[in-house]
């Protein structure tokens, strides 16, 4: 991931085209200091236009409007229509107030909630699945421009399966998080008894790369072990190219373009972290098992729920805890 992405507050970015001509944008001075004699002598076929302005009390009732939104882009293959995301939002999201799909531009929905919690909880607590696919919200600002829209990144909670107990602790499961992405927090409860199936980190993933697969653990006693990443709400991952929105039935890159994109993100942690690499000639690069839960159809959909929510999406409740010790986690009972 590179630093362009890691800087950005937001996950969305405007085309390049619009993001410049906001950074060039010096309250229309260049506009009302050109004179009409200087626009035919210098530039008569560049872009020009009558300048006009939004009067401001007509744009703050509209903002009350909008404000209530979310952004919402669709990682699949495949646009979902209108009615259809509508349909699937009523009958998974049972939240306090209506959600209602206000549009469609290309990838991009908004959604208006009637509800500030809801909009909160929702864009904070996302990426969601619908129907398999990845749906990554970002709430409304003021002044963006739908058209174009990219989206440059999205954060992930991600399972590391098969570290031995005394392996599991933050540290480690962390340093795996900064290479996989920019890493943003750990789900780790100190408290006993916990969950000692997998370590559960959430990191921030470009959405247009590869996922990586798993990491290569070197023990102590110099064996290598396979530490499998598993990626929660990723029901649409290609167990071919390992890119988000299809499946291998669906893929249709060459063997020798998914050569080349691996290759190109072996270089760059490579060059970026200076760590070797290990290969098990013996298994496959991508397994199934990348999906967290893929062997349950009904997570297709994530249910979401207000109240004890916990148990009704099946998603225990995060502790949002960042380690801040230095020593390794000792357990006083066992
Ligand atoms: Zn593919």
Known sequence: MDGNIQEREFGWTQSSKSEASAEEYDGDLDMENSSDEELELHAPLARHGPVVRANPEDLA???????????????????????HLQHLIN?????????????????????????LDDLTYICEEGPWAVEGALLVLERWRP??????LQLNFVSLWIQLHGLPLEYQYPELSMQMGHIIGLFERIDW?????????????????????PLLAGFMLRLDN???IWVQCRYERLHKLCTKCGLIGHIKAQCTYLMEDVEEILH???QRIQNQFHVQY???????????????????PQRRNTQVRFGPLARDTGYRQRQFQHPNHKQPY?????
């Not at 002044?143 to 174009?148: A, E, H, K, S, T």
């Not at 496959?284 to 990348?290: G, K, L």
């Not at 000792?330 to 066992?334: D, G, M, R, S």
């Open 61 to 83: 009732l509209q903002r009350e409007y909008w404000n209530m939104c979310a952004i919402v882009f669709l990682l699949d293959y495949k646009k979902f229509s209108i009615r």
């Open 91 to 115: 009958s998974a999201w049972k939240i306090r107030g209506n959600v209602m799909v206000v549009g469609r531009e290309s990838y991009n929905y908004i959604l208006h909630f009637d509800v």
């Open 143 to 148: 002044n963006l421009v739908i058209m174009g």
């Open 189 to 209: 409860d100190a408290n006993l008894p916990r969950n000692i199936r997998f370590m559960c980190i959430r990191v921030r993933v470009d959405p247009w790369l």
């Open 222 to 224: 110099g064996d290598t």
């Open 264 to 266: 190109r993100q072996r």
């Open 278 to 296: 290990g290969y098990d000639p013996m298994e496959p690069h991508y397994i199934n098992e990348i999906k967290a839960f893929y062997n349950i």
């Open 330 to 334: 000792k357990p006083e009972t066992i």
